[in-house]
C-alpha cells in the first residue's frame, strides 16, 4: 500500500505520464517573454531575440554563420515538411523507418507536399545500414520508382532509443555513397544528447546530417522547434517558411524562448531532468519483473503488463496503451518531460509496487 | 519645432509604426499564460482554455455549436491555406483582389495546396458586386478553366478599408446564386468592426460567409488565428491543422490568449485604440493639408507626401514607403495597433506639422 | 535441340517477351483509324467515337448512362492519378498493396497529388480481408494519420493472379462497412476476365467497385485507357482529366481504338490470345520440372530457374530477371501479348526443353 | 450570291474553322505508323524511332545532344506542367501573360504542380520587355511573394502574332539579367516559323530559352509534343514524364509521327499551308472593309463582324465567337490548320462577301 501522501481521493484528477507537452512552458521562459515584451522588433523573424538565439544555438554546436542557418517554426510537422520540402525535387523520395514520425504520426503531411516515403523496418526503433542499403537497392528502377534522395531519422527514435555515434556515422557514410541527405528529427534531440547511451554531440549531429532541428515544445518551451540548416541548403529556405505558414510575424516569440532554453543550458538541464524520471519508473519496472518492451535510453518508458495492472494504474495515472499483446498483456507507454513532478513519480513506483506485490490485478 | 518631450537625442531608435506585430502580447495575455501554465491538459487543441475560448468565441458571434466549429492556427497564411484547401476540390479556384493578402504577401502558399488564384481589380481596396460577376462570367469556359468556387476578402481591407453590411450582403447572395462560398480573412477583423464605418456585427459576418477568421496575433496575442468554420465545411478540418502543421501540441497556448481576448472584450478594446491612434494621424495629415491615398476606416493610414518630408519623418519614425509616384511624391502606410505609444502619436504629429509648416523637406 | 525452323543466326535480335507493349496496335485498329481520319470531330472528347465507344463499354457492362460515366486517358499512371485525385480530399489515403503499381512503378505519381499510400502484404498478388481489416484497425490514430479512404487493386494484380468474384465481394463488402472507396486497376483486366480461374463479369466489376478502368495500352491499342466512374464520383471529373494533361484535343483517337476493341469483342479475343501464349509457356515449364513463382492465370508467368539457364535463353529472348535467389537461382518474368508470336513461343519452349534436357546450364 | 459549287443543301454540315485539331493526322504520318507498327521495340521511349526522331528534331534546331535532351508527351498541358514543374523550387513562380496558355485554359495545371503564376498584360499577344521588368520590380517583397523565376510566352502567341528576333532577343537578355528563365509554348510554332513577319529559325528559339516544345498535335499528328530541355535542365526530366502520366508505355507512337514530321519538312509544309488559308481569309475580310481585331500572323484570323454576318456564316461554318463588344459587333475567331480544305476557304470567302455586299446582316 503507497504511503499516505499519495492521493487517494477519487476526485484528484489522474496525474499525467501520456506525453511531454501537456503543461505549458518553463517558468523562465514565460519570465523572459515577459521580460522582453515591450520592446519593439522587427517582424517574421528579424528581431534581435532570434539572432542572439541562433548565434546561441551555433555556439553549442561550435559551428559559424557561414556554416548554417537556423530558422524557427512552430510545430514539429512544420519542421519535418517544410525542411523536406526544401530539399527535394518533386521526384525524390524519402527514406524512413516505418515508424518515423512522417510515416505515421503527421497525417500525410510529406505527401501532401508531394513526395513519396519509402519504408523501412526498424531495429530497436532505429535505421540499420544493412536495411538502409537493402532499400536504396531496391528502389533502382528508374524512372518507374521514385529516386530516394533523403534518409530521414530521429534521434531519439520513437521508441526512446538513441544512436551511437558510430550508427550516425554509419548512416552517414552510406548516405553520402549513395548521394542522399541525412536529416535528424530532433523532437527530443534534448532527451538523446542527455541519454547515458549518447556518445555524440550537437556537433557530431551537424556533421553527420544536412539538415536536422531542435525540439523546443518537448523541451520546455511553449511552441517551436529550431531548424539548423547547412548553407548548401538555406537559399531560399525562408520561402519555404513563408509558403507553410511557419513565418510567424512575431517571430520574436521563438527566438527569446530559445535564447531562454540555449543561454545557460536550460535546454540540457530539463532533458536531463525528464530522462531521470523515466529511468526511475523504468528501474522500478524492471526491478518487480516486469518486462521493458523498448530499452529506457532517453524519457519514455515502453513496458509490457498485465492488462490487470494497467486499468488500476489507469485510475490514477493516464498514459498511452501502445499494443494489446496476443497473450492477453498490454504495452504502456510512458513519457515525462521537464515538468514531471517527482512525486508523482514516487506515487506511481509505489503503486505499480503494491499491486505487483498484491498480485490482485 | 516639437515641444521638448520629443526625443531629439541622435541615439534614440526611432518608433515603429511600420506594422501591428511589432510587440509582444498584451500583458493581460501573458499574465493568462502565466497563470494556466502548470495545468496537465489534453494535448492538440483538447485543452479545457481552447474549449473555453471556443465557447467564448461563439457566444460573442451568438451562434450555437451545432453551427459552427471554431480551430485555432499559429499564423495568418495557416489560417488561409488551410481553409481554403480545406474547402476545395483539386480543379476548383478562388477569387480574390489582385491587392489580396494570399494573391501577393504568401509566397504561392494557396497555389502551394494546388488552387490557382483568379485575380479582381479592387475598388477602394475592396471587392465589388460588379467586378464579381464580371469574373464569374470570364471564367466559365470549362474544362479548360479553372472552376470559380470560392470568394475570399479581407475585412479590414489591405489598405484599411471596411465592407458596409450591404456590401457584404450583396457578395453574399451574388456567391450563392453563383454556387461559391465565402470566405473572409480577418486579420484585422477587431479593427474592421470597431470601425466609425462599420455596421456589422460578429454574427452578420458570420451568416454572410462560410468561413472566416479572426486574427489574434494583430490584435494583442503572441501568435494565433481562430478560424470559424460553418458545420457543413468543418468534417476533417482538424486532418488538415495536422497535415499543415498547424495543430500545436500545446494548442492551450492559443487556447488561453483567445480565452483572455474574449472573456471581458479586451479584444475590441484593443482594437478600438489602434484604431484611435490611426484616426489622430489621420486627421492630422488631413488638417494640414495632405492627401490621404485611401480613407482611414482602421488602423492604417495612407497618405501622400513630398518625398522631402518623409525622409525627415523616417529619422525618428519607421514606416513603409508604399509607393513611388510620377510626381516625386511618396505615398507612405502608417500601422497603428493596441500597443501604440499615444504619446508617440503626438510626436509624429506634431513632427508632421512642423516639417510642413517649416516647408523645408 | 529445337527443330531446324528456330532462329540460330547470331544476328538474329532476340525475341522480346520483356512486356505487352513492345508491339504497335493491332491491325485492324489502325485501319480504324485511317478509316475515320478526315471527318471533322468535336474535340477534347467530345467527338462521336468516343460516344460510341463509350456507348459499347457501357453495353459491355450492362450498365446505363445515368448510372457510369467514361473517360479516355492516354495512360496507366494517368488513369491511376486521375482516378485517385478525383475521390478523395487532401488528408486522404490509399490502401494499397506493397507491390501495388501505384506503390512502386509510378515514380512517386499518387504522393505527388498530395495523398498518402497505406501499405499492405499481398497474398498470392493479391490483397485479402485480413490484412485489409488489420490495415484500418492501425491507421485509426486521428488526426495523427491519414484517413484510409480507398482500397486500390489490380485485376489481374501485379504478379498475374485474378480476384475470384467471392474475393471481390468480400472486399468490397469490407471496403463498404468501413466507407473506403474501392477502385480497380484494369491495366490488365482483359487478360483477368479471359483467365481460366475468373468467375467475373465485367458488370461484377463495375458491381464491386467505385471507379476501374479498362487497359488499352496492354490491350492491342496505340495507348490509351478507359475510366469507368459510377455516376456519384463522376461530378467534375473530366477537369482532372484536363488539369493533368490527359484531356487529348484530339480524343478521337482514343474513342476510334475503343470504338474498335469493343465492336466486336477484339478486346477479349486478343486478350484470350495472349493468355493462351502465357499457360502454354507455363505448361512446357511445368511439365519440365522447373517451379512457378506465381500461379499462371493470365499472361504472365514467373518461374524460378538456374541462373545459366537464364543466360541461355537471354541469347534468343528478352525478359525481365525478376528477383535474385539466395541460393543461387533467378526468378523470371515472361509476358505475353495480344502479339506474341505463336512460332517464338514454340521455339521458346523448345529451347528451355533442350537446355533443360541438356542439363549444360 | 455564291457560285454554285457550294453547299446549299440544309443537311451539308457546317464546315468547321474552330480549331487546327478538328481532323486526325496527316495520312503520311498514318502510313507512318503502319509502317513500323509489327516491329518489336524497347518500351516508354526507348525506341529506336523516338531516337531518329530525336536525331532529326537536334538537326533541324542544329543542336548536338550534349546540348539538349528531347522528350516527347501526349498533350500540350502535359508539356507545360511539366517543363514548368522540372525547372522551379517550389516557392518559384512564373511569369505569363494574362492571356496565356497555362493562364487560362489548362484548368489551372501550373497551379496544381504547387506553382503562382504571376499575369502581365499583353502588347499584341505579346510580353514586352517593358511590362516584364515592371514586374519584376513589383515581385520583390520576399519572402512575402512567390520568387519569379521563369518567364512563359508562346510562339505563335494566343492570338496567333509572333516575336521577331528582336523582341525575343531582348526578353530574353531581360530574363538572363533577373536569373529568370525562359520558356516558350510551340503548340503552333510551326505556323510560326513559317510565318510571313518570322525572321527566327529553330536554332534562335533555342539560343533564347532555356526550354521549349514543338507541337504535334495541332501540326498534323495525332497527339504528342517534343519538349526540348537544354541540357542544365535535363537532368531527372523523365521522372516527371513518368510522375505526371506522360511517360507512355508506348512511347514509339510520338517517336514515328515527328520522325515522320520532320524527316523531310513535312512539320513545315503542312504550317505553311495553315498559314496561307489564314491569309486568304483575312485578306477577304480587309478587301470587304472587315476591321481584324488582331494581326493575321500565323493560322488564326481574329475579326470584328456586325452580330447578323456573323449568324449568317454560322448557318455553314463553326466557328469561336470571341468577345461580344458593347456596339453590338463580335469579335470572332477563325483557325485554318493542315488539314483546311482550299474549297472550303473560297466558300467562307464568298459566303462573306456576298452577305457583305448584301447588307443584310
Given at each position: 500500500?503507497?504511503?499516505?501522501?499519495?492521493?487517494?481521493?477519487?476526485?484528484?484528477?489522474?496525474?499525467?505520464?501520456?506525453?511531454?507537452?501537456?503543461?505549458?512552458?518553463?517558468?523562465?521562459?514565460?519570465?523572459?517573454?515577459?521580460?522582453?515584451?515591450?520592446?519593439?522588433?522587427?517582424?517574421?523573424?528579424?528581431?534581435?531575440?532570434?539572432?542572439?538565439?541562433?548565434?546561441?544555438?551555433?555556439?553549442?554546436?561550435?559551428?559559424?554563420?557561414?556554416?548554417?542557418?537556423?530558422?524557427?517554426?512552430?510545430?514539429?510537422?512544420?519542421?519535418?515538411?517544410?525542411?523536406?520540402?526544401?530539399?527535394?525535387?518533386?521526384?525524390?523520395?524519402?527514406?524512413?523507418?516505418?515508424?518515423?514520425?512522417?510515416a505515421?504520426?503527421?497525417?500525410?503531411?510529406?505527401?501532401?507536399?508531394g513526395?513519396?516515403?519509402?519504408?523501412?523496418?526498424?531495429?530497436?526503433?532505429?535505421?540499420?545500414?544493412?536495411?538502409?542499403?537493402?532499400?536504396?537497392?531496391?528502389?533502382?528502377?528508374?524512372?518507374?520508382?521514385?529516386?530516394?534522395?533523403?534518409?530521414y531519422?530521429?534521434?531519439?527514435?520513437?521508441?526512446?532509443?538513441?544512436?551511437?555515434?558510430?550508427?550516425?556515422?554509419?548512416?552517414?557514410?552510406?548516405?553520402?555513397?549513395?548521394?542522399?541527405?541525412?536529416?535528424?528529427?530532433?523532437?527530443?534531440?534534448?532527451?538523446?544528447?542527455?541519454?547515458k547511451?549518447?556518445?555524440?554531440?550537437?556537433?557530431?549531429?551537424?556533421?553527420?546530417?544536412?539538415?536536422?532541428?531542435?525540439?523546443?515544445?518537448?523541451?520546455?518551451?511553449?511552441?517551436?522547434?529550431?531548424?539548423?540548416?547547412?548553407?548548401?541548403?538555406?537559399?531560399?529556405f525562408?520561402?519555404?517558411?513563408?509558403?507553410?505558414?511557419?513565418?510567424?510575424?512575431?517571430?520574436?516569440?521563438?527566438?527569446?524562448?530559445?535564447?531562454e532554453?540555449?543561454?545557460?543550458?536550460?535546454?540540457?538541464?530539463?532533458?536531463?531532468?525528464?530522462?531521470?524520471?523515466?529511468?526511475?519508473?523504468?528501474a522500478?519496472?524492471?526491478?518487480?519483473g516486469?518486462?521493458?518492451?523498448?530499452?529506457?535510453?532517453?524519457?519514455?518508458?515502453?513496458?509490457?503488463?498485465?492488462?490487470?495492472?494497467?486499468?488500476?494504474?489507469?485510475?490514477?495515472?493516464?498514459?498511452y496503451?501502445?499494443?494489446?499483446?496476443?497473450?492477453?498483456?498490454?504495452?504502456?507507454?510512458?513519457?515525462?518531460?521537464w515538468?514531471?513532478?517527482?512525486?508523482?513519480?514516487?506515487?506511481?513506483?509505489?503503486?505499480?509496487?503494491?499491486?505487483?506485490?498484491?498480485?490482485?490485478?
Amino acid at each position: 500500500m503507497p504511503s499516505t501522501n499519495l492521493c487517494l481521493d477519487e476526485s484528484c484528477p489522474p496525474y499525467s505520464l501520456m506525453d511531454d507537452y501537456s503543461e505549458g512552458a518553463h517558468p523562465q521562459i514565460l519570465e523572459a517573454l515577459l521580460r522582453t515584451n515591450s520592446t519593439q522588433q522587427v517582424s517574421y523573424g528579424g528581431d534581435e531575440y532570434s539572432d542572439a538565439a541562433r548565434e546561441l544555438i551555433r555556439s553549442k554546436i561550435n559551428c559559424t554563420a557561414s556554416e548554417a542557418e537556423i530558422f524557427f517554426v512552430p510545430s514539429g510537422t512544420s519542421a519535418n515538411l517544410i525542411s523536406i520540402a526544401s530539399c527535394l525535387r518533386p521526384y525524390e523520395a524519402v527514406i524512413t523507418l516505418e515508424s518515423g514520425h512522417i510515416a505515421c504520426k503527421e497525417a500525410g503531411a510529406i505527401e501532401a507536399t508531394g513526395h513519396k516515403l519509402i519504408l523501412v523496418p526498424p531495429v530497436d526503433g532505429k535505421m540499420t545500414v544493412t536495411n538502409l542499403q537493402k532499400t536504396i537497392q531496391q528502389n533502382q528502377f528508374y524512372p518507374h520508382m521514385a529516386k530516394p534522395r533523403l534518409l530521414y531519422i530521429s534521434n531519439a527514435s520513437e521508441t526512446g532509443t538513441v544512436y551511437t555515434k558510430r550508427e550516425l556515422s554509419n548512416l552517414s557514410a552510406c548516405c553520402k555513397q549513395s548521394n542522399l541527405l541525412l536529416m535528424v528529427d530532433g523532437a527530443r534531440i534534448g532527451t538523446a544528447l542527455c541519454s547515458k547511451k549518447n556518445d555524440m554531440t550537437l556537433r557530431d549531429i551537424f556533421d553527420f546530417s544536412d539538415i536536422f532541428w531542435i525540439g523546443g515544445t518537448k523541451a520546455g518551451a511553449l511552441m517551436g522547434e529550431a531548424i539548423v540548416v547547412k548553407k548548401h541548403l538555406a537559399e531560399g529556405f525562408v520561402f519555404h517558411l513563408k509558403q507553410h505558414g511557419a513565418l510567424l510575424a512575431k517571430g520574436r516569440i521563438m527566438g527569446v524562448q530559445f535564447m531562454e532554453l540555449f543561454r545557460d543550458d536550460l535546454f540540457f538541464t530539463l532533458a536531463e531532468h525528464a530522462n531521470a524520471m523515466a529511468e526511475k519508473i523504468s528501474a522500478n519496472f524492471e526491478c518487480l519483473g516486469h518486462e521493458l518492451a523498448a530499452e529506457t535510453a532517453t524519457n519514455q518508458v515502453f513496458v509490457t503488463l498485465p492488462e490487470s495492472l494497467v486499468r488500476r494504474l489507469q485510475d490514477r495515472f493516464r498514459f498511452y496503451t501502445w499494443e494489446q499483446l496476443d497473450d492477453g498483456r498490454v504495452v504502456i507507454r510512458i513519457v515525462t518531460s521537464w515538468a514531471t513532478d517527482e512525486m508523482q513519480v514516487d506515487k506511481f513506483n509505489a503503486w505499480v509496487a503494491h499491486w505487483t506485490a498484491a498480485k490482485e490485478f
